[in-house]
């Protein structure tokens, strides 16, 4: 089926729309009630008996879009309130450093520094990339090339200055 210069422009105005978020609807009581016993650990079947739906209700209730919503919330929450955050842990070493200075503790003070120090990274081994340039890469193959008893004299500094020219 072929479509008119109209319907053509229709739908791709439409599909260029932004979409609106579906508003949550009222949720009824025994929906929260589902929700409650959902969030307390309850499993499906438990859930439907405790907020009075039948057994057979159990899958209509967990596709239903609102108590989906209410309990993406509810965890969300929950998942707030309950994730210690690296600051947090950062803030209270730092609280425990004072409370040790108040008391006159060097030992607590140093042992909780080591702790902030761990949790930064301060103790991680550092590492160095080294990247050869041309100049460089010769300069290695030549010394690659010496015999041992040429790299002794150029060890002990008795070797003598090799001229070359240097190229940019």
Do not use: W
Request: hydrophobic content about 40%; glycine content about 4%.
């Amino acid at each position: 089926m072929a479509y008119t210069p109209e319907q053509i422009r229709l739908k791709a105005a439409h599909s260029k729309a932004p979409k609106k978020e579906r508003e949550p609807s009222v949720i009824s009581e025994k929906q929260q009630a589902y929700v409650d016993a959902i969030m307390t650990g309850a499993n499906a079947n438990t859930a439907c008996a405790v907020s009075g739906y039948h057994p057979t209700t159990v899958g209509n209730e967990m596709r239903n879009e609102t108590v989906r919503q209410i309990l993406a919330e509810a965890r969300k929450e929950v998942s707030d309130l309950t994730t210690i955050k690296r600051l947090d842990v950062l803030n209270m070493f730092m609280e425990a450093i004072s409370m040790a200075r108040t008391m006159a503790d060097p030992a607590n003070m140093i042992n909780g520094a080591d702790k902030i120090c761990k949790m930064m990274g301060y103790y991680a081994p550092e590492t160095k990339k080294i990247e050869l340039t041309m100049d460089q890469g010769r300069l290695h193959d030549k010394i690659r090339q010496l015999s041992d008893q040429e790299l002794m004299e150029l060890a002990s500094s008795t070797a003598k200055v090799v001229e070359g020219e240097v190229l940019s």
